[in-house]
């Protein structure tokens, strides 16, 4: 059974900084690229961030480029994402999800599991 588990969520203050960690079990997690998703009360689920399977291959979204950072570890397998500057306006739940794709998709079509979520709460 595929399981991720997101961890790192907390409330800081605008222009802080957090780093979440998904945790992949069940899968071979070589075998998929990794995404970071965000979903604000009230709005759909949008792109954060993702990593090919290799790690080679990084994509953002325009609004956090320069400030978030997605990486991974393969002896671990946890998936980081580093999120720097934060603003009031990226308070949301943060979710981590899986694809088979080797190249990481913006699009919440091309993921095949997805963790729980953990909320992210940046105060103005």
């Known amino acids: 059974q595929v399981q991720l588990v997101e961890s790192g969520g907390g409330l800081v203050q605008a222009g802080g900084s957090l780093r979440l960690s998904c945790a992949a079990s069940?899968?071979?997690?070589?075998?998929?690229?990794m995404g970071w998703f965000r979903q604000a009360p009230g709005k759909e689920r949008e792109f954060a961030a993702a990593?090919?399977?290799?790690?080679?291959?990084?994509g953002y979204a325009e609004s956090v480029k320069g400030r978030f950072t997605i990486s991974r570890d393969y002896a671990k397998n946890p998936v980081y994402l580093q999120m720097n500057s934060l603003k009031p306006v990226e308070t949301a739940v943060y979710y981590c999800?899986?694809?088979?794709?080797?190249?990481?998709?913006?699009?919440?079509?091309?993921?095949?599991?997805w963790g729980q979520g953990t909320q992210v709460t940046v105060s103005s």
């Open positions: 069940g899968l071979t997690f070589s075998s998929y690229s």
């Open positions: 990593i090919s399977r290799s790690g080679g291959s990084t």
């Open positions: 999800a899986a694809s088979t794709r080797q190249v990481g998709s913006d699009r919440v079509r091309a993921y095949d599991y």
